[in-house]
């Protein structure tokens, strides 16, 4: 499955944007994981969210919430991640990635076996 991910860029803090993941090529079965982890200089990739699609339900990472959703469009295999309230923390590559099947242990990236090739955030006044 090939994964295209747009929507990054530079934004002042406070201010708000989307990502955009759309997946192509390889079906999966219906209950196939899409999501979205991030990885800032020097640091490890971390989770940021999540989608369950047999059950068209989202997660997001603790340090997130509040300010991150994550949403789909299941006609175009799309997920979006909406980001309000960008903090400088935030900046760091995002990376959107797919798995087959979900898996309870979902914010860890050695279970995904698809990624796309990441989009640049920047948070910075």
């Known amino acids: 499955v090939q994964l295209q991910a747009s929507g990054g860029g530079l934004v002042q803090p406070g201010g708000s944007l989307r990502l955009s993941c759309a997946a192509s090529?390889?079906?999966?079965?219906?209950?196939?994981?899409m999501g979205w982890f991030r990885q800032a200089p020097g640091k490890e990739r971390e989770f940021v969210a999540a989608?369950?699609?047999?059950?068209?339900?989202?997660y997001v990472a603790d340090s997130v919430k509040g300010r991150f959703t994550i949403s789909r469009d299941a006609a175009k295999n799309t997920v979006f991640l909406q980001m309000n309230s960008l903090q400088a923390e935030d900046t760091a590559v995002y990376y959107c990635?797919?798995?087959?099947?979900?898996?309870?242990?979902?914010?860890?990236?050695?279970?995904?076996?698809?990624w796309g090739q990441g989009t640049q955030v920047t948070v910075s006044s």
């Open positions: 090529g390889r079906t999966f079965s219906n209950n196939y994981a």
């Open positions: 990635t797919a798995r087959a099947s979900w898996t309870v242990d979902y914010t860890n990236a050695r279970h995904y076996d698809n």
């Open positions: 989608f369950r699609w047999s059950l068209n339900r989202g």
